[in-house]
C-alpha cells in the first residue's frame, strides 16, 4: 500500500517536470526540467529494484543519472555558445 | 534497519514533491533551477539511502550506495554548468530580483538598476 503511495508521488512529479518541459518559455527552462525529471527517474528505479528484489533495476539508474548528466553539460554548453574544447 | 529505511524514502518522496512544486511555480529560470535542483538532489539521495537501508548490504543496497554519491557529485555540477550557459545566453531575470552580481563580475564594476 505504501509503496503505491511512493509511486503515485513520483509520477505526479514528474508529471509536473514534464509540464514544465511543455510549457518553459526558454530553452534552458525545458533543459532544467529534463534534468529534474532524469533525477527522478533514478529513485523510481530504485523503488521498483526493492518491489522486484531484482538488481538490475538499479544498473539501469546508475546509466540514467549518467547519461542525464551528460546531456545536462552538453546542453548547458550548447546554450553558452561556445564550443567543448574551450 | 526497515523502518529507518521506510522513513528515509519517504521522507525523500516528499522532498521530490516540493521540488517539482518549485519547478512548476516559481518565476523565472534561475528561482527554478535553484529550488528543482536542491530539493530534488536532496530527496533522491535520501530514497537511496534509504533503500540501502532496506535492503541492507547486498547488490541492490552496494548500488544504491554507488548512485547515491554519483548523483550528489553531478547533479550541483550539471546545475552550474546550466545556469552560467543561460546567464551568458542572455536569458533575462525575474523583473523582481534585486541584484545580479554575476553580471557585476563580468562587467568589472557595479551596476545599479534596482527593480
Sequence with gaps: ?86 | MSEIGLVLISVGVVFDLFGCIGLVRLPDIYNRLQAATKCVTLGTCMILIGVAFYTGLDAIGVKAIICAVFILLTSPTGAHALARGSHRSGVPLWEGSVGDKYREDKEGGEVHEEA
Design chain 1, 1 to 86: 500500500m505504501i509503496w503505491w503511495m511512493f509511486f503515485s508521488i513520483l509520477a505526479l512529479s514528474g508529471l509536473m517536470c514534464l509540464y514544465r518541459v511543455g510549457a518553459g518559455p526558454t530553452p534552458p527552462d525545458r533543459t532544467v526540467a529534463i534534468d529534474i525529471f532524469g533525477t527522478l527517474v533514478v529513485g523510481f528505479c530504485a523503488l521498483l529494484g526493492i518491489i522486484e528484489g531484482r538488481d538490475f533495476f538499479l544498473n539501469i539508474a546508475i546509466a540514467w543519472a549518467l547519461l542525464s548528466f551528460l546531456g545536462t553539460v552538453a546542453l548547458a554548453k550548447y546554450l553558452e555558445g561556445r564550443g567543448f574544447d574551450e
